[in-house]
């Protein structure tokens, strides 16, 4: 290798750099920045506006500043901002403290904006932390006392829901397999709603898109159709619309109903939307307004709802919402409350260490229709033992009215081992009790079901003595045999004890038609007489005579009165004559013929 020396002495290499000079880097050129100020603030703006549009359009964020989502959304915008600001104006500054400078002109506002922010939400925070407000908490929910004999009466048996969720969704999914048209394109949504309808509790869902491709073959049309649950006869009906559903959850872009709330009330914050059907079985989404009443995020409660036709997308907001309405107050949001109420109505101390008076709502709950609205009910208990409850509440879903019942006795969960113990050689499931008014007597009535996840039996546990417990292949026989159980104990009169049978009616005539189903194991007869256009279902294990008739024998039919003027249930048969034969044929009528 060739050296030169310069004046100093000191050796050259090839390139003519001192050696000692050979590994440092040649300064770093400044960026420029695009533009001038104007230029760039603009570009700015529109970069931070179109990301703005999309995170909006894909994650809905209430613009409203008690939603936590907004926070992030906000914040990530400022964040926005800033990166583009630095990317248009250039990477400027010398040193550490020279480039925190610049980053500091280039953000000033979105910075300032973003701190404000933050402050807004630790002091919207603080003013809703519970130990500083526990005494409104406790008062989000208004808990009146109750008398149980007297507020709820004794309900007939079409008003008795007699299956769970679980067994609803198994008799949809089996009905809609059914249906050939449907089962390979559509599913079953499986958020099954419990509502009065028609004065008959029943659980209703919409169906969905069996995949995206089923969606874009069949978006134009719409969902055809919605399920209808009968939670007292376990049938399940597929209700066909003329116009399909086509503003719901199960929908992508405009059309998804959370998208459509969101563009048409920007700053409400919902819910989780329950599918319904009005009195005419019009589908609806009922959309629950929520509001934070204690700070900024504390006391969730409910303020309205909107209604949004799952038909036309058409939709209004009511502060007061509809009587034909009943899921407004979820389940979830109503123990939320009565948990505050039992834990802080004697304030945050208290809870804490002397405990007086402190109660929580028990694991589970159901509902019960009354007077044509839903009722949810769980049972209550002292804070400091789970092995009994101290009585049980009764909420309105649709106006938060609640009536606490005194009435101590056993869980929910030993009412449902008591059930089971009865009939544990059949390995029948119990599911979570109701809570009844059967001769004055608090009752927990529970359906037991089989492996296949239907209802088999029924079983009654009287809440202050677990040990009475009967059980009945149908509610009236199970119900006679608990008032039975009941005088025994002395619980009742021995008067009391007999089961007062509904109302019934006989007809006469001679048989038109027949028709034959199984439902639940069991063979039914669908009897139509001469000049008659409703049907008279017979059970066959209970009458044996129905296997043996035909049409035209005359027979006489006892059954139950009830609202439906189409078939008519729980019926008896007894045969008064039988058809005439028919003539054998002759070969002189044969030729005749």
């Known amino acids: 290798m060739d050296f030169s020396y310069g004046a100093n002495g000191a050796p050259f290499g090839n390139n003519g750099v001192p050696f000692g000079q050979q590994g440092e880097p040649k300064p770093r050129k400044p960026r420029k920045p695009v533009g001038n100020v104007v230029t760039r603030t603009l570009i700015n703006l529109g970069v931070t506006l179109g990301l703005g549009l999309i995170w909006f359009y894909l994650e809905l964020p209430a613009i409203n500043l008690q939603s936590e989502d907004f926070y992030v959304f906000a914040l990530g915008l400022c964040a926005v901002y800033c990166i583009c600001a630095v990317l248009t104006s250039g990477f400027q500054g010398d040193g550490i403290k020279g480039y925190f400078h610049f980053l500091r002109k280039q953000c000033t506002v979105p910075f300032f904006l973003a701190v404000a922010l933050v402050i807004v939400a630790l002091v919207g925070s603080v003013a809703g932390w519970v130990p500083l407000r526990a005494n409104a908490y406790a008062e989000l929910l208004n808990v009146q006392q109750g008398d149980f004999a007297q507020d709820i009466e004794e309900i007939s048996y079409d008003q008795i829901p007699m299956l769970d969720a679980a067994s609803a969704s198994q008799l949809g999914s089996r009905k809609l397999g059914e249906l050939s048209d449907m089962v390979s394109q559509f599913e079953i949504l499986p958020t099954y709603s419990q509502i009065n309808y028609q004065n008959c509790p029943v659980r209703v869902t919409s169906l969905r898109y069996g995949d995206t491709i089923k969606w874009l073959t069949n978006r134009s049309n719409g969902l055809p159709a919605y399920l209808v649950i009968d939670m007292v006869t376990q049938e399940a009906e597929v209700v066909r619309l003329d116009e399909g559903m086509k503003y719901t959850t199960a929908e992508h872009f405009s059309r998804n109903l959370y998208r459509l709330l969101r563009f048409r009330y920007p700053t409400m914050m919902f819910a989780t939307p329950v599918f319904e059907i009005d009195d005419e079985g019009t589908p609806y989404w009922v959309c629950p307004r929520t509001v934070k009443t204690i700070g900024l995020f504390g006391g969730t409660d409910i303020h309205g709802a909107v209604l949004v036709n799952a038909v036309t997308g058409e939709s209004e907001y009511y502060e007061e919402v509809p009587s034909w309405v009943d899921r407004v107050y979820s389940a979830d949001l109503i123990i939320e409350q009565y948990d505050y109420y039992g834990r802080y109505h004697n304030g945050f101390l208290n809870s804490m260490f002397g405990q007086r008076d402190v109660t929580l709502t028990t694991e589970g709950y159901n509902y019960i229709a009354i007077d044509d609205d839903v009722y949810m009910y769980t049972g209550v208990t002292s804070v400091t033992s789970d092995q009994s409850n101290i009585g049980f509440i009764l909420c309105n879903q649709r106006t938060k009215e609640t009536h606490f019942y005194s009435v101590a006795g056993a869980t929910e969960t030993s009412a449902q081992a008591s059930a089971q113990s009865q009939v544990q050689q059949m390995r029948y499931t119990a599911t979570f009790p109701l809570l009844l008014n059967i001769a004055d007597q608090p009752t927990y009535f529970i359906s037991l079901k089989g492996d296949d996840g239907l209802v088999k039996m029924y079983a009654m546990v009287n809440v202050q003595q677990y040990s ?104 008896s048969v007894e045969l008064l004559a039988a058809a005439e034969p028919a003539e054998a044929a002759t070969p002189e009528s044969a030729a005749a013929a």
């Open 468 to 571: 009475i417990v009967s059980t009945g292949s149908t509610v009236a026989d199970c119900e006679q045999n608990y008032r039975t159980a009941l005088a025994h104990n002395g619980l009742i009169r021995e008067e009391e004890a007999e089961l007062v049978v509904p109302d019934r009616d006989t007809m006469e005539g001679a048989i038109a038609e027949i028709r034959t189903a199984v439902l639940d194991g069991d063979s039914y007869y669908f009897i139509r007489l001469e000049d008659s256009e409703v049907f008279v279902t017979v059970n066959a294990a209970e009458n044996p005579l129905a296997v043996i008739l035909n049409v035209g024998d005359r027979v006489r039919l006892s059954y139950e009165i009830g609202d439906n003027a189409s078939i008519l249930t729980g019926a």
